[in-house]
């Protein structure tokens, strides 16, 4: 089982920053994935960014390329992400994921077994 605890969603203005934080506990493995996903409401869930817990590339979806930085600390467990350029299309619950079966993929929320109770950003115009 993986624990997963979202923190640092709030109320920012366009152009801001926000820092989310995923504190991780429980059994992780070199081969699981921890991914980033977010929903807006009345739309799918969807991929923001991942990496492979084992370490390796990070990947992002494109619209999220060269302003979101997905990365990890060892020492503390968690995953961050880093969001810069915030825009008022990038509201929505943001939630952080762990596959602990990687079958090939780590864009669609059904590769993902394992997710947190999410956190709100709100990017005002």
């Known amino acids: 089982q993986v624990q997963l605890v979202e923190s640092g969603g709030g109320l920012v203005q366009a152009g801001g920053s926000l820092r989310l934080s995923c504190a991780v506990s429980g059994r992780t493995f070199s081969n699981y994935w921890l991914g980033w996903f977010r929903q807006a409401p009345g739309k799918e869930r969807e991929f923001v960014a991942a990496?492979?817990?084992?370490?390796?590339?990070?990947y992002y979806a494109d619209s999220m390329k060269g302003r979101f930085t997905i990365s990890r600390d060892n020492a503390k467990s968690t995953v961050s992400l880093q969001m810069n350029s915030l825009k008022p299309e990038d509201t929505a619950v943001y939630y952080c994921?762990?596959?602990?079966?990687?079958?090939?993929?780590?864009?669609?929320?059904?590769?993902?077994?394992?997710w947190g109770q999410g956190t709100q950003v709100t990017v005002s115009s």
């Open positions: 994921a762990a596959d602990a079966n990687y079958r090939g993929g780590y864009q669609q929320a059904s590769d993902y077994d394992y």
């Open positions: 990496f492979r817990w084992g370490g390796g590339s990070t």
